[in-house]
């Protein structure tokens, strides 16, 4: 089945330094690819998406690349700041298996020091 | 976007009871979705609501454990039955308001955690 494998965290940085969480996927279809964040105390949100390959997702300085080659839709930031401070997941979508349900990778801990 | 809203926002239940969770929606959606994230886990979904049709469930979840309603286009629950101290998570609405076919995104409430003692 599809399935999203995240770097293993926690991941702690200090304020300003650039950041990686790394996100590979199986799937048999050609899915869409989404990082979620929850942040302390608070629900899921969407932070970005690309829905087909080459297709770059951005939003709140943060950047993910759909890379069909590698399976790969790492999350970049440059220059992280304290309120970035929450755990993030990468998940997908896969339209080859009809459902519109997401399968999500198991969350990465980021914690940023001023 | 979609608003959601859940209730309770936690709760602590004795082992055996059941809970009912409610999950409503600012606008009409289709789709309604309900997700179990256990403690330091990720999300996993337990099964699709839509309304007007039984509820779909994932493997190694059940309609006895987890009984689900869908009465109308704005509003959900799922009901924890019989409950174990391993039912302590949080429980997680969202619901899919993309109107493209096959790119779904899905808004998640803020979740309803609960313990089991």
């Known amino acids: 089945g599809d399935s999203v494998t995240q770097m293993e965290g926690p991941v702690t940085l200090s304020e300003e330094a650039f950041l990686t969480i790394n996100c590979t996927y199986t799937?048999?279809?050609?899915?869409?690819l989404f990082w979620y964040v929850q942040y302390p105390g608070e629900g899921l949100q969407l932070l970005l998406k690309?829905?087909?390959?080459?297709d770059k997702g951005s939003n709140k300085g943060f950047e993910a690349t759909y890379r069909k080659e590698t399976t790969s839709f790492h999350l970049e930031k440059g220059s992280v700041q304290v309120s970035d401070s929450a755990v993030y997941f990468c998940?997908?979508?896969?339209?080859?298996?009809?459902?519109?349900?997401?399968?999500f990778g198991q969350g990465t801990r980021l914690t940023i020091n001023p | 976007s979609a608003v959601i809203s859940q209730k309770p926002s936690r709760d602590i239940c004795q082992r055996g009871t059941s809970l009912t969770i409610q999950c409503q929606v600012d606008?009409?959606?289709?789709?309604m979705f309900w997700y179990r994230q256990q403690p330091g886990q990720s999300l996993t979904l337990i099964a699709t609501?839509?309304?007007?049709?039984?509820?779909?469930?994932e493997s190694g979840f059940v309609i006895d454990k987890f009984p689900i309603s869908r009465p109308n286009l704005t509003f959900s629950t799922l009901t924890v039955s019989n409950m174990s101290p391993e039912d302590s998570s949080i429980y997680l609405c969202?619901?899919?308001?993309?109107?493209?076919?096959?790119?779904?995104?899905?808004?998640f409430g803020p979740g309803t955690r609960l313990t089991v003692l």
């Open positions: 969202s619901v899919d308001t993309s109107g493209r076919a096959g790119v779904n995104e899905q808004f």
């Open positions: 799937a048999t279809g050609y899915p869409s």
């Open positions: 690309a829905t087909k390959a080459d």
């Open positions: 998940a997908l979508s896969d339209r080859g298996q009809g459902a519109q349900k997401l399968v």
């Open positions: 606008s009409q959606v289709t789709m």
């Open positions: 609501a839509n309304q007007g049709s039984e509820a779909t469930y």
